[in-house]
C-alpha cells in the first residue's frame, strides 16, 4: 500500500497553493486565493476517479483521514464511491420523505380548510390508525396500489366508511407529495380501489326512536342528573351532540342560544352561527341544569371536561333501547313530515341542514328563526305529553 499520513497538521495548516499529497490518494489541493479542499484519488475499475471530501475549513486532517480511508473501503468492495455516495444522499432523502413525514405536511397544509383547524382529529385519524402504522415509514416514493391495497383490505368491507376516507386521505397525501416534487403514481388509489373492488358492507343508519315514543322517554329522564338534563334539551332542540355537550351558559341570551360557528357541522368555508329558539320546557331544563354547570359548560363531565356522547349513548343501551342520542333529530324531523304541515325549508332550518344551491342561499337572507320558535314550542308540547294532535303550520 502506498505511504499514508505524510501531511502534519502544522504543514496543512501553511501549505502554499498546489496539491499535497497525503498518501494513498489523499490530496490537499491548496488555491491561490488561499481556499483548499480535500479530493481523494481512486482507480475503479482501471478507470481514475477524484472525489472530493470537502472544504479544509470544514474537514480537518484527521477527519478527511477517515472519511477517506471509508471510500476506499468502498472501492476495495469493487463500487464506485462517488456513484456510492449519490445513492446514499438518495436514500436519505426518500427517508426524508416517508410516507408519515408528507402526510403530516399535509395535514398542516389543509388545516386552514378543516373545522377548528383539525385539532379534533376527524381528518388525520383515519391515516393515523389504519394507513400509517403500516406503511408510515415507507418512502412515499415507493408506495404503489399493493402496497395500498394490502393495507386497507383488512377494514375494507368492515369498517368501509372508514376505509373510503383514510383511501380519500391518503389520495390527499399523494396530490401534495407530487406539489413538492416528489415522483410519485397519482393513480396509485384509484389503482388500489379497483384492486379492493367493490365493498360489500351496507350502510346503516343511527337508530332512531319513533316520535310517538319519545314523550314516555322524555318523562323517564326525571331525575336530575347531567346525563338526564343533556338527553332532555338534546331532544327539545333538535342539535346534535357536540354543540350540546359543549354549551357554555354565555351562548345562552333570553330565550335564543347561539351556537358557535366551529361547533357547527360544517365546512370551514360555510360557518357561520346558529341561533336556536328555545321552548319554555327548554329554558326550564337549562334552569334546572345551571346549578350542575362547572368551568362555564352547561354539562360537565363527572370528572372533568364535558359529558361525552358515548355517555348519553351508553345510558340509552343500558335502558334497553335500539335508538341512539343522535336518532333525536330523526323523531323530530319524521314528526314534522307526518304530524304537521311544516314548510320543508323551516323542517331542515330546524335541524341546521344547508339546503338549496349556493346562489339560492346567497339569497335567503333568514333562518325562519320565528317559524322555528313557533315550532319547537310545538314540539316541546308534544315531547312533554301533549295532545299530540296533528299540529298546522302557517307555510312561509
Known amino acids: 500500500m502506498p505511504a499514508q499520513h505524510k501531511l502534519t497538521a502544522s504543514q496543512v495548516k501553511h501549505a502554499k497553493p498546489g496539491k499535497h499529497s497525503d498518501g494513498a490518494g489523499l490530496w490537499l489541493h491548496k488555491r491561490e486565493d488561499g481556499g483548499a479542499q480535500w479530493v481523494l484519488r481512486v482507480t475503479v475499475h482501471g478507470r481514475r476517479r477524484e472525489m472530493g471530501l470537502g472544504r479544509l475549513s470544514d474537514v480537518s486532517l484527521k477527519e478527511a483521514r477517515d472519511t477517506a480511508e471509508r471510500w476506499r473501503a468502498v472501492v476495495r468492495e469493487g463500487k464506485d464511491p462517488i456513484k456510492e455516495r449519490e445513492r446514499l444522499r438518495r436514500e436519505a432523502m426518500r427517508e426524508d420523505h416517508t410516507l408519515a413525514t408528507v402526510a403530516a405536511e399535509a395535514f398542516e397544509a389543509r388545516k386552514a ?69 416528489l415522483d410519485v403514481d397519482m393513480q396509485a388509489t384509484q389503482k388500489a380501489k379497483a384492486l379492493l373492488g367493490k365493498t360489500r358492507h351496507k350502510p346503516q343508519q343511527i337508530p332512531a326512536m319513533p316520535w310517538q315514543e319519545v314523550p314516555a322517554f322524555y318523562e323517564s329522564l326525571s331525575d336530575g342528573t347531567v346525563t338526564h338534563l343533556a338527553l332532555r334539551l338534546l331532544i327539545l332542540t333538535g342539535l346534535r351532540s357536540r354543540p350540546l355537550r359543549f354549551c357554555r351558559l354565555e351562548e345562552i341570551e333570553g330565550d335564543v342560544w347561539t351556537v358557535p360557528a366551529e361547533k357547527m357541522k360544517s365546512q370551514k368555508d360555510q360557518e357561520q352561527e346558529f341561533r336556536v329558539p328555545l321552548s319554555k320546557e327548554a329554558l326550564a331544563v337549562i334552569e334546572q ?57 323551516v323542517a331542515e332550518a330546524a335541524l341546521a341542514h344547508v339546503t338549496g344551491s349556493k346562489v339560492a342561499r346567497a339569497y335567503r337572507r333568514t333562518d325562519f328563526l320565528e317559524q322555528r320558535r313557533v315550532l319547537m314550542e310545538r314540539w316541546a308540547d308534544h315531547v312533554t305529553g301533549g295532545s299530540g294532535d296533528v299540529v298546522r303550520m302557517v307555510g312561509n
Open 113 to 181: 380548510q378543516l373545522k377548528g383547524d383539525g385539532i379534533a382529529g376527524r381528518w388525520f385519524s383515519p391515516l393515523e390508525l389504519h394507513v400509517l402504522p403500516k406503511l408510515g415509514k415507507v418512502p412515499v416514493e415507493d408506495i404503489d396500489q399493493r402496497d395500498i391495497k394490502n393495507t386497507l383490505e383488512p377494514i375494507w368491507h368492515s369498517k368501509a366508511d372508514t376505509a373510503q376516507k383514510a383511501l380519500n386521505r391518503l389520495n390527499i397525501v399523494l396530490q401534495h407529495a407530487a406539489a413538492m416534487g
Open 289 to 345: 341544569a345551571k346549578p350542575l354547570a362547572r368551568d362555564g359548560y352547561l354539562f360537565p363531565s363527572v370528572r372533568k371536561g364535558v359529558i361525552s356522547d358515548a355517555t348519553m349513548s351508553a345510558f340509552m343501551k343500558r335502558r334497553g333501547l335500539d335508538a341512539r342520542p343522535h336518532g333525536f333529530r330523526s323523531s323530530l324531523r319524521t314528526w314534522c313530515a307526518e304530524a304537521t304541515d311544516t314548510p320543508e325549508n
